[in-house]
C-alpha cells in the first residue's frame, strides 16, 4: 500500500510540474526571444537561444522616441494617482454601505453592483465624449480623476465585506469617547483595514500598469505614451517590426509588477481570504 501511496504522489506532481511548465512555456519563450537575433526568433521555438543577442535591450531602450524611462515615469504617474484615488474614494464608499443607514441604501448597493458587469465598451464611448468636452482628451486626468470618484465598484463591494468583519462594538466604543464618523473611519477602520488596502492597491496598481486600451483611447501624443502603448509601437503593420527589442522592452515593463506583487504577495492572500473574495 505504501508504494502505491508514493506513486500516486510521484504521478500526481510529475502531472502538475508538467502543467506548470505547459502554462510558463510563453513566458518563458518571450524571455527567450528577448535575447535572440530578430530573424531566428519565429524559426527557433527552444527557449535556449541557439545565438545571443543582448543589444535587444540596449536598441530597444533608446528605438523610440523617447527613452523608455519617460514611458516608464508616464506610467508610474497614472499608476499612483490612480491607486491613491481608489484606496482614498472606495473605502469611504464602502465605509458608507458598511456603516451608515440612509434612504435607499439597499438600491444603490445593488445598482453598484451591477456596474461591475458594465463592459468597458459600452461606458468607453460616452467617457470619451464627456472627456472631450472637457478638453482632457491626451491627458492624464481621464485615467485618474473616475478614481477619485469611486468608480471601481469591485474594490468597493470587497471593502465592504471586510469592514462588515469588523465589530460596531468598535464604532460603538469610539461614539461614547465623542467620535464622529470621520475620526472613527480614519482611526479605527483604515487601521483595521490594511489587508484589504493593500489586496486594492495591489490590484489596482497590476490593471492599471497593465490596462492597454483606456490608455490607448485617451493618451494620443507620442509624448503621454505610457509602457503598455509604448510598446504598441514596436510593431509596425507596413514595415519590419523590431520583434527582439519589443520583447525586451516588455521584460523591463514585468519588472514593477513582479516586484509589487513579490512583496505584496501576503497581504494579498490575507485580504481576500478575509473579504469572502475565494
Not at 474594490?155 to 462594538?169: A, S, T
Request: net charge positive; hydrophobic share 55%.
Amino acid at each position: 500500500m505504501l508504494w502505491r501511496t508514493r506513486l500516486r504522489s510521484i504521478v500526481r506532481h510529475a502531472l502538475l510540474i508538467a502543467f506548470g511548465l505547459v502554462m510558463l512555456y510563453p513566458l518563458l519563450w518571450m524571455v527567450s526571444s528577448s535575447m535572440k537575433p530578430n530573424d531566428i526568433i519565429f524559426r527557433d521555438p527552444s527557449l535556449l537561444p541557439a545565438e545571443w543577442d543582448l543589444s535587444n535591450y540596449t536598441v530597444g531602450w533608446n528605438a523610440l522616441a523617447h527613452p523608455f524611462t519617460h514611458y516608464l515615469a508616464n506610467s508610474a504617474v497614472v499608476v499612483v494617482g490612480a491607486v491613491l484615488g481608489n484606496l482614498i474614494s472606495c473605502s469611504m464608499a464602502a465605509y458608507a454601505f458598511a456603516r451608515l443607514n440612509f434612504t435607499g441604501r439597499r438600491l444603490w448597493f445593488a445598482i453598484m453592483l451591477m456596474s461591475i458587469m458594465l463592459p468597458i465598451h459600452v461606458v468607453i464611448v460616452p467617457q470619451y465624449v464627456l472627456f472631450s468636452e472637457l478638453d482632457w482628451i491626451n491627458t492624464f486626468l481621464p485615467l485618474i480623476v473616475p478614481k477619485f470618484l469611486a468608480t471601481d465598484a469591485f474594490f468597493i463591494f470587497l471593502m465592504v465585506q471586510f469592514f462588515r468583519g469588523i465589530p460596531k462594538e468598535l464604532d460603538e466604543a469610539a461614539r461614547l469617547d465623542g467620535c464622529g464618523h470621520i475620526r472613527i473611519y480614519a482611526r479605527i477602520m483604515m487601521p483595521l483595514s490594511l489587508p484589504a488596502l493593500a489586496t486594492t492597491a495591489i490590484f489596482t496598481f497590476i490593471w492599471t500598469w497593465n490596462d492597454f486600451f483606456g490608455q490607448l483611447i485617451f493618451l494620443t501624443s507620442p509624448d503621454m505614451y505610457t509602457v503598455p502603448v509604448a510598446l504598441r509601437t514596436f510593431v509596425d503593420s507596413t514595415g519590419s517590426s523590431n520583434w527582439g527589442a519589443l520583447f525586451a522592452m516588455s521584460i523591463v515593463s514585468l519588472i514593477p509588477v513582479f516586484v509589487v506583487f513579490l512583496f505584496g504577495q501576503k497581504y494579498l492572500v490575507k485580504g481576500i481570504a478575509t473579504t469572502g473574495i475565494k
